[in-house]
Structures are given as C-alpha cells and as structure tokens.
C-alpha cells in the first residue's frame, strides 16, 4: 500500500530541519515531521481563513444588492471592502505555506496535477483580484442621490459584477480544498525534475 502522507521510512537520513533522500540517482528534500505538521497546519489555517473571507464578502455583497436602503447598502458595502484588509496576508501566507509543502514532501510543485490545479486556481484567485476587483469596487460603491427619499440607492453594474466574481472565487476556493483532500489525477507525465 502506498503512504498517503508526505513521509516515506526508507533510507532517510536527517540534516537539520529537513530529512534527505535518494532514491534512483536524484536528491530530494524532504521536511522533518515537526515541520511538516507547523506547515500544514498553517496552510490549512490560512487557507480555511481565506476562504472565509472571501464568504464573508459574498454574503456581504449580496446584502448589498438586495439591500431596501441606500444607507444599509453603504454599509454592507465598506464592510464587505474592510474585510478585505485580511486577503493580501492570507494570500500570502497560503501560497508560501503551500509552496514550502510542495517543494519539501514527495508531491512535488509541478509533480501532480492536484498540485498543479490548487496553485493554478490559487494564482488565478489573487491575479483576477488584483487586476480586476479593486477597480471595480471603486466604481460599484452604492450611493444615495435622492434628498428627498435618503433610503433611495443607486447600484451600478459592477456591483453585480463584483458580487458574481466573489461567488467564483468562493467555488475555485472550494474545488482547490475538494482536489487536496482526494488528490486526484495522478502524475503530470511532462515533468521528471524533483520540483
């Protein structure tokens, strides 16, 4: 039977942090299991954590376009853009996390194509919302422009928009968990470097 988990007991021979290993010629590093476990444990933090804020945006989002008036949407509004302080460190901290763990155990970086899939879809996440998100919350903001009625809202389009992108980052998010929890697919057959 095959391990499942990044941790292999043959011939390993221990230098500082990290367990080295040679099997058919190559060199690979592996991570010592204190350290693997503070790794994945804060991958799984920080990924969890990311996940619920980019949740907590959308429900935030949706509260904006069905919101009844002008200065409840605002509202939901600059929450739904003050919990995204939070997103730039969690990115952050996902990705290192996770490409410490891929370059440190047996999955490899660019070895597996569940690998593959979660850093595509992470990238994915962060480049759209740093190309197209911030713009478009600039000009999605609610605003009241009838005196006479202040419970009047005026919703652009990109509100909609942004609300839709929210709501595709929470499903990539979601299919990247699904694919590290079942590891599917196998090897990526192009690759045979230890990356």
């Given at each position: 039977?095959?391990?499942t988990d990044a941790f292999e007991p043959a011939d390993r021979r221990r230098a500082g942090d990290v367990t080295v290993h040679r099997s058919q010629g190559r060199r690979r590093v592996w991570l010592r299991?204190?350290?693997?476990?503070?790794?994945?444990?804060?991958?799984?933090?920080?990924?969890?954590?990311?996940?619920?804020i980019v949740l907590g945006k959308l429900?935030?989002?949706?509260g904006v376009l069905t919101a009844a008036?002008?200065?409840?949407?605002?509202?939901?509004?600059?929450?739904?853009t003050a919990i995204t302080r939070a997103f730039p460190p969690l990115v952050f901290a996902t990705l290192v996390t996770g490409v410490l763990l891929g370059l440190g155990t047996r999955w490899g970086l660019l070895r597996?194509?569940?690998?593959?899939?979660?850093?595509?879809?992470?990238?994915?996440?962060?480049?759209?919302?740093?190309?197209?998100?911030e713009g478009l919350a600039r000009?999605?903001?609610?605003s009241s422009t009838?005196?006479?009625d202040p419970g009047a809202t005026?919703?652009?389009?990109?509100?909609?928009l942004l609300a839709w992108l929210t709501g595709a980052y929470v499903a990539m998010l979601l299919v990247a968990t699904v694919v590290s929890v079942y590891k599917p697919w196998g090897r990526v057959r192009w690759r045979q470097g230890n990356l």
């Open positions: 039977m095959t391990p299991p204190p350290v693997y476990r503070a790794l994945r444990s804060a991958h799984i933090a920080t990924s969890v954590a990311w996940l619920g429900v935030l989002e949706l008036s002008g200065r409840r949407a605002e509202s939901l509004f600059t929450a739904a597996y194509y569940w690998v593959v899939t979660k850093l595509a879809l992470s990238l994915a996440v962060v480049v759209t919302a740093v190309t197209l998100v000009s999605a903001m609610p009838d005196e006479l005026v919703l652009t389009a990109p509100a909609e």
